[in-house]
């Protein structure tokens, strides 16, 4: 094992039961909304007009984004170590940099994150697809985020700290990456991909 490693597990090993389960809690019902929205949105896809699957797609990526475990009510660390103690003893803190510092791993992951929302929010225009090939790509991208989710909410039970905070990246990176960029502009390609980098320092 290395020092990285090492410094990780033990950082994962100081949170207590009550901090672990109040986010494993919060990360499932994120879950569970998203397949509802999910659902709603896969209903709806087989009526939408060829000139609003645009305007579908950007409202469905914004759904799964504001849905993903980002807030601190999802992290272990941020519930038992923020609102009181001010992150002070904070085991992310320590390995990754506090997460207000502007260069911290969460920091810079959140910028890019939100960055990325801010750019589909924006592309109004996106690329020209036939509606028969656009509602394919919308679909796919419902049934494997959807899959993706329930398989989290599964995956999360059992799990110590350690595991939550390595579901979580995965999580993240997988559903970012099922974004289907063949709807939306460059810029959108280039976030996600700034986005997939920041990621890989998140745990």
Same mark, same amino acid.
């Given at each position: 094992?290395?020092?990285?490693?090492?410094?990780?597990?033990?950082?994962?090993?100081?949170?207590?039961?009550?901090?672990?389960?109040?986010?494993?809690?919060?990360?499932?019902?994120?879950?569970?909304?998203?397949?509802?929205?999910?659902?709603?949105?896969?209903?709806?896809?087989?009526?939408?007009?060829?000139?609003?699957?645009?305007?579908?797609?950007?409202?469905?990526?914004?759904?799964?984004?504001?849905?993903?475990?980002?807030?601190?009510?999802?992290?272990?660390?941020?519930?038992? %170590?923020?609102?009181?103690?001010?992150?002070?003893?904070?085991? %992310?803190?320590?390995?990754?940099?506090?997460?207000?510092?502007?260069?911290?791993?969460?920091?810079?992951?959140?910028?890019?994150?939100?960055?990325?929302?801010?750019?589909? %929010?924006?592309?109004?225009?996106?690329?020209?697809?036939?509606?028969?090939?656009?509602?394919?790509?919308?679909?796919?991208?419902?049934?494997?985020?959807? %899959?993706?989710?329930?398989?989290?909410?599964?995956?999360?039970?059992?799990?110590?700290?350690?595991?939550?905070?390595?579901?979580?990246?995965?999580?993240?990176?997988?559903?970012?990456?099922?974004?289907?960029?063949?709807?939306?502009?460059?810029?959108?390609?280039?976030?996600?991909?700034?986005?997939?980098?920041?990621?890989?320092?998140?745990?």
């Amino acid at each position: 094992m290395t020092d990285r490693a090492k410094e990780l597990e033990a950082a994962a090993n100081a949170i207590d039961p009550a901090s672990l389960q109040a986010a494993k809690a919060a990360v499932a019902a994120s879950c569970a909304e998203y397949i509802r929205w999910a659902e709603l949105f896969s209903q709806r896809l087989e009526t939408v007009e060829p000139c609003e699957l645009h305007k579908f797609a950007r409202a469905l990526v914004l759904t799964m984004l504001g849905h993903l475990p980002t807030r601190p009510v999802t992290c272990p660390f941020c519930i038992q %170590y923020g609102q009181e103690r001010s992150c002070q003893g904070c085991g %992310y803190g320590a390995t990754h940099g506090r997460c207000d510092a502007e260069t911290s791993a969460f920091s810079r992951f959140i910028e890019a994150f939100q960055d990325l929302g801010r750019v589909i %929010y924006q592309d109004v225009e996106g690329r020209s697809l036939e509606p028969g090939p656009a509602r394919g790509f919308l679909l796919a991208f419902l049934r494997a985020s959807q %899959y993706r989710a329930e398989r989290m909410q599964g995956e999360i039970s059992g799990c110590n700290a350690l595991q939550l905070m390595k579901r979580k990246a995965s999580y993240l990176g997988d559903m970012i990456e099922f974004i289907p960029g063949d709807f939306f502009s460059q810029k959108v390609t280039e976030r996600r991909r700034t986005v997939m980098m920041m990621l890989m320092d998140y745990w």
